[in-house]
């Protein structure tokens, strides 16, 4: 995802994926909400309470909450994401940052 600006998002909720990787919901905090195109195989950073970082890759979107598409990410600033964590480390989980990398 191209930075666009300041964009923030937090994370809301955040499992295990049954085939792999985790589901995080996002909430926009700050900044334009981003596009699915920009979203769509992206590399995000990921800060934790505590200052942890990590980097994820988003793998794609889970249609647990219904398709995705730009209007509905606009409308309820809100966005699910399947995603892999890179590298070893504290799994994300809520309260946690995300931003473009």
Same mark, same amino acid.
Not at 56 to 85: A, C, M, N, Y
């Given at each position: 995802? @191209?930075?666009? &600006?300041?964009?923030?998002?937090?994370?809301?909720? @955040?499992? *295990?994926?049954?085939?792999?990787?985790?589901?995080?919901? $996002?909430?926009? $905090?700050?900044?334009?909400?981003?596009?699915?195109?920009?979203?769509? &195989?992206?590399? $995000?950073?990921?800060?934790?309470?505590?200052?942890?970082?990590?980097?994820?890759?988003?793998?794609?979107?889970?249609?647990?909450?219904?398709? %995705?598409?730009? &209007?509905?990410?606009?409308?309820?600033?809100?966005?699910?994401?399947?995603?892999?964590?890179?590298? *070893? &480390?504290?799994? %994300?989980? $809520?309260?946690?940052?995300?931003?473009? @990398?």
């Amino acid at each position: 995802m @191209a930075n666009t &600006g300041q964009t923030r998002l937090k994370v809301i909720d @955040a499992l *295990d994926h049954p085939h792999g990787g985790r589901i995080l919901r $996002l909430r926009l $905090l700050e900044g334009a909400p981003p596009t699915v195109r920009a979203l769509r &195989g992206a590399t $995000l950073s990921a800060t934790g309470p505590r200052g942890e970082e990590r980097r994820l890759r988003v793998l794609g979107f889970p249609v647990t909450g219904g398709k %995705v598409s730009d &209007g509905r990410i606009r409308e309820s600033g809100r966005i699910d994401l399947h995603i892999e964590e890179e590298g *070893d &480390g504290v799994p %994300v989980d $809520l309260t946690w940052v995300v931003r473009p @990398a």
